[in-house]
């Protein structure tokens, strides 16, 4: 069989067209664009949904913003493209640590996956719990997103890892009583009133917004009509 037949992936890279930003930031808040969407990690208090929401409010766009919450970053590549409405530009969002980040890159080809970069402090990663808790002859039983588990490897005697899909549904598991703790946001934390046990931090970290190729397209017809 010859190579050509089996249709192997190409990098679709002629969203380097878009990279003159100032126009098309311009361009997305005409009325040309009458709403953006951005396919974001949910449950309400996730980090890729509040940097996805502040970088509306940073650019002016909050006006015309809506977030839909997915259960993965996979999700939130796949649908910001199936989904697509007329004048409405999609945006999919991911994070530098998400640990299937190579795999989007390498199967989504024709969507740009970092297409726009955004740097925000993380919420506040912390352990938290339904109440107060102490460390004993058994090991707590933590819910995390598989990325920030990595925190608690270095304690395996005294915690075991039970997967999350996000940091908020990490939190809603713990409110749920499923597990003793987790490992979530100062946010999600807050929303399902939990006992803070120890605080992480607030790193800086990197997200991404994909442009999926039917936005990608809409944008290059409607920049090509004012060239």
């Not at 664009?33 to 951005?38: A, L, M, N, R």
């Not at 993965?72 to 299937?100: D, G, M, R």
Request: overall charge negative; some cysteine.
């Amino acid at each position: 069989m010859l190579i050509e037949k089996l249709k192997l992936p190409v990098f679709d890279e002629r969203n380097f067209f878009l990279h003159d930003k100032h126009l098309v930031f311009s361009m997305l808040k005409t009325s040309h664009v009458k709403s953006i969407h951005h396919y974001v990690l949910g449950p309400e208090g996730s980090n890729i949904s509040q940097a996805a929401e502040k970088w509306s409010q940073l650019n002016s766009l909050d006006h015309k913003t809506k977030l839909i919450y997915c259960d993965t970053p996979e999700q939130a590549v796949q649908l910001s493209n199936s989904e697509h409405q007329p004048q409405n530009i999609s945006f999919a969002w991911t994070c530098a640590v998400y640990f299937k980040e190579h795999e989007l890159f390498f199967k989504y080809v024709n969507h740009g996956l970092f297409f726009e970069q955004f740097i925000m402090k993380l919420d506040c990663m912390q352990l938290a719990s339904k109440k107060q808790l102490k460390i004993d002859c058994n090991r707590i039983r933590v819910s995390a997103h598989p990325s920030p588990a990595v925190l608690l490897t270095d304690f395996d005697d005294s915690f075991e890892i039970i997967d999350a899909m996000s940091n908020s549904q990490a939190a809603e598991m713990c409110a749920k009583e499923l597990v003793d703790a987790c490992i979530t946001t100062e946010s999600a934390r807050h929303i399902h009133n939990l006992y803070k046990l120890h605080e992480f931090g607030s790193p800086e970290m990197v997200f991404f917004a994909s442009l999926p190729p039917s936005s990608a397209n809409l944008l290059q017809e409607l920049l090509s009509d004012i060239k």
